[in-house]
């Protein structure tokens, strides 16, 4: 048990380094650069292209890290559900520890990625598809209150010329002279009321937050695990070759390296077939969840995502099986 609870520890202090440099950009970008037009466009357009790619690198970090942009208005549900499906885990290096499994790693992050791209468009033109016409229509008003400020800018600027060399305050219109009203900032916020002034500190903050809150459910998950054992899990797999895509993509649900682990060996030791190994490891997103669930206003599109997601894994993974894979 002992060794259950410190799994679960340096589960969580590994992460917290990309959790905190990510958190530092997004404060950063929030603060110094327009989100919408930087990200935005590019996330309509090739959302779930990068979401895959940025995924399938062998840290779950990204998983969670997205899951706070997706939270922040910054990117759609179809984004992320692509980063949740190609996110890798610990599978990649322990699938590398195992002699001539490089021609294996690569069928399995192709799939991976292909699963998540085609499954990010569908689902950001379907089930979300009126939330992503919202975040549109919100990133073109921020825009267009971005061009009015820039433009109560140049004017302010022109006045203060043309009273420089008349020494009064002039009016190309002939009106009374009368600055525009002042427009508010549009800043992208976290939703958080008690971020520093100071980014790093900010940064380190919300780091801590989210850390604790994994921290604590992980030990749990883990602590459960634990007393259910590998080997009744192992025994649960072994039924129909098209029934284990069900059963793995639910396990994958369960946060934490261990899961990627016990699919990968379940997999090399041949209880479960490949398309089995590729479901569970497509719904392994990480500590995704955990912070997705973390707040009660995204419980409702939350649940929609975990559907979607385990949806798109099972059919890639009973695909995958059906072809002998």
Not at 34 to 56: C, F, H, K, N, T
Not at 62 to 75: N, P, Q
Not at 81 to 110: F, K, N, R, W
Request: aromatic share 8%; proline share 4%.
């Amino acid at each position: 048990m002992t060794d259950t609870l410190l799994d679960a520890i340096f589960d969580t202090l590994k992460t917290l380094p990309i959790l905190y440099l990510v958190y530092l950009a997004i404060l950063f970008l929030q603060k110094k650069l327009d989100l919408g037009l930087l990200i935005g466009r590019q996330e309509q357009r090739w959302g779930p292209v990068i979401g895959a790619l940025l995924g399938s690198f062998p840290q779950c970090g990204f998983s969670a890290a997205c899951t706070e942009l997706y939270r922040a208005g910054i990117i759609g549900a179809g984004t992320l559900i692509s980063v949740y499906l190609s996110t890798s885990d610990e599978a990649i290096p322990v699938l590398l520890s195992h002699p001539g499994q490089m021609g294996e790693v690569l069928l399995l992050l192709g799939c991976k990625i292909v699963t998540a791209v085609l499954a990010g468009y569908l689902f950001a033109n379907t089930v979300f598809r009126r939330q992503m016409k919202e975040l549109a229509q919100r990133r073109r008003e921020e825009e267009e209150l971005r061009e009015e400020i820039r433009a109560a800018e140049e004017y302010e600027r022109f006045l203060a010329s043309q009273e420089g060399e008349s020494g009064e305050a002039a009016n190309p219109s002939g009106t009374t002279n009368r600055p525009p009203e002042e427009l508010p900032p549009v800043e992208a916020s976290c939703g958080c009321r008690s971020c520093s002034s100071n980014l790093f500190v900010s940064a380190l903050y919300h780091t801590a937050r989210t850390g604790l809150f994994v921290g604590v459910t992980l030990i749990a998950i883990n602590l459960l695990l634990y007393w259910i054992g590998e080997d009744k899990l192992a025994s649960l797999l072994l039924t129909g070759r098209m029934a284990q895509p069900f059963i793995t993509a639910l396990i994958g649900f369960v946060p934490g390296c261990a899961i990627s682990v016990l699919l990968v060996e379940l997999y090399t030791a041949g209880t479960i077939t490949f398309g089995a190994a590729v479901a569970g490891l497509s719904t392994g997103a990480g500590f995704g969840y955990l912070i997705l669930f973390r707040g009660m206003g995204s419980r409702g599109n939350g649940m929609k995502i975990l559907f979607c997601t385990y949806g798109a894994a099972v059919l890639a993974g009973m695909a995958l099986t059906a072809f002998g894979l």
